[in-house]
Structure formats: structure tokens, C-alpha cells
């Protein structure tokens, strides 16, 4: 990843507002890899918000975290915050998308903020231009990238059952319940992982 000990500073520093956004209509792996990243953050106390441009579906809604999720299309007042809360950010996370036109009304928001940008994202040729960029892809899901990522800041041991299980449901669906070609041996040991610790 681009600058990794510049963002590993940057989350160690002072409490930060930071917005986390996906695709429109969220998949197990855009969902799960926001509220992974969502459950990590908030371990070291940042102002976290996860925000899709679309609604998605309510098989979806188990997962940890997802109440504090914010709809960008629910109603005016929905609409409004999330435009306060994008332009007030210090740093915004783009996961699973390579460019704005993903995410609907919510790209001229975020290309025009002044927050640093992280991208993560598996798919091919990203338009985004971010400070930080973890792109790979040959990774089977952005939900592997969460893992690497943690993973390379140190904070393995920060992997809770909350953050597996986001984790391990974007994986299980992006490789097709792991028959897909994507599936290596590196996404068999995360998954291995994840079980050891109660997922």
C-alpha cells in the first residue's frame, strides 16, 4: 500500500471524523468490508460513519454495525447530513469501487472534498485519485484487502468476531462460497484465521 506508515500515523493521531462509502447497492463484500473497516475504527476511538449511496438488501442487515449505517437516499434530512458529514471529514475511505460514477450522487461529493481519500478496491483500473491506494486486483474481495490491511498496521490482534464476520462474508460471497478461481491458499488461511478466533 502507497504511504502506509503516513495513514498508520494518521490513525494513531488525535480522534478523526472519517466517512466510509461503497457501491451503489451494497453487496456481503461492500457492506462487509465497510463495516469491518467501521468496527476497527472505532477501536481507537475515530468519529466513524458508514454511508451508502443506496439502500441494499435486508439479508444484509445482520451484520455488526449495521444500524449505525446511513442510507444517502432515505429522505432530505438523510441527504443533508450526509453532505455535512463528507464535507466536515478529515479522511474518507472509497471500498469496493474504482470510480465515482459507482456511487451515484455521492462521487461529486466526495471528488470535491477536501479529506484524504483511501481507496481499497479489487476491481480493474481505478479512476480515483487517492492519497492512500490499496488495490489489488487479484485479491478475491475487498473484504480480503480489510484483512491485509489491518493485518500490515499491526492490529491483527485487534480482529475481533465482529470485524471476522464482515470480513469472512465478503469473502464467501466474492469467490462464490470459495469455487471461484479467486479462491488461493492465502484466502483459505485468512478464513482459517477467522475461525480460530470464534467466527
Not at 472519517?18 to 473497516?37: C, E, N
Not at 438523510?78 to 465515482?100: G, M, P, V
Not at 499491526?154 to 464482515?166: A, R
Request: proline residues 4%; hydrophobic residues 40%; contains cysteine.
Amino acid at each position: 500500500m502507497q504511504h502506509m506508515l503516513e495513514l498508520k500515523e494518521l490513525l494513531l493521531s488525535s480522534p478523526l471524523k472519517i466517512v466510509i462509502t461503497t457501491h451503489q447497492k451494497p453487496d456481503a463484500d461492500a457492506l462487509g468490508s465497510s463495516l469491518a473497516l467501521f468496527n476497527y475504527l472505532k477501536k481507537y476511538g475515530h468519529d466513524v460513519y458508514v454511508v451508502t449511496p443506496t439502500d441494499y438488501p435486508r439479508y444484509l442487515f445482520w451484520m455488526p454495525g449495521n444500524n449505525c449505517v446511513i442510507n444517502y437516499e432515505e429522505d432530505v434530512s438523510t441527504r443533508n447530513k450526509c453532505k455535512e458529514l463528507i464535507s466536515s471529514a478529515h479522511l474518507i475511505f472509497c471500498l469496493d469501487f474504482s470510480s465515482y460514477e459507482r456511487i451515484n450522487e455521492l462521487g461529486p461529493l466526495v471528488a470535491e472534498s477536501v479529506a484524504k481519500k483511501v481507496l481499497i478496491d479489487h476491481h480493474l483500473n481505478p479512476s480515483i485519485d487517492a492519497e492512500f491506494k490499496f488495490w489489488d486486483s487479484k485479491s478475491a474481495a475487498t473484504c480480503e484487502l480489510i484483512y491485509d490491511l489491518i493485518v500490515s498496521l499491526g492490529d491483527k490482534d485487534k480482529i475481533d468476531i465482529n470485524i471476522g464476520e464482515c470480513i469472512y462474508a465478503g469473502i464467501m460471497t466474492d469467490t462464490g462460497s470459495f469455487r471461484f478461481p479467486s479462491t488461493s491458499k492465502k484466502v483459505h488461511l485468512i478464513i482459517a484465521d477467522l475461525i480460530d478466533i470464534g467466527v
